[in-house]
Nanobody, 125 residues
Framework: QVQLVESGGGLVQAGDSLRLSCAASGRTFSGYAMGWFRQAPGKEREFVAG????????YYADSVKGRFAISRDNAKNTVYLQMNFLKPEDTAVYYCARQTQGTLPVRDPREYDYWGQGTSVTVSS
């Protein structure tokens, strides 16, 4: 069993930055790709960013490329999402998740087996 706990969300203004954290406990997550997803009200959950187990490969949605950066510290069992130049359309609940198998991250949320409870990000204009 893996427990994932996100933190770092909040209410910010457009152009501000936030750093989300996802702390893992239980079974190891260091050998697995990890992903960040988000879900805005009335919309489906969408992929934001993913990172391979050794940080060698990072993958971003086009909507956040150049503004967001994913990273991980396997010694601390933590994955991060640095979000810069935030826009109102980034408003959503952000979730981290552990990919079920495979070393490279994928976009499909069905490929992830453990999820955190989410942290809310609201960006005002």
């Amino acid at each position: 069993q893996v427990q994932l706990v996100e933190s770092g969300g909040g209410l910010v203004q457009a152009g501000d930055s936030l750093r989300l954290s996802c702390a893992a406990s239980g079974r190891t997550f260091s050998g697995y790709a990890m992903g960040w997803f988000r879900q805005a009200p009335g919309k489906e959950r969408e992929f934001v960013a993913g990172i391979s187990w050794n940080s060698g490969y990072k993958y971003y949605a086009d909507s956040v490329k150049g503004r967001f950066a994913i990273s991980r510290d396997n010694a601390k069992n933590t994955v991060y999402l640095q979000m810069n130049f935030l826009k109102p359309e980034d408003t959503a609940v952000y979730y981290c998740a552990r990919q079920t198998q495979g070393t490279l991250p994928v976009r499909d949320p069905r490929e992830y087996d453990y999820w955190g409870q989410g942290t809310s990000v609201t960006v005002s204009s």
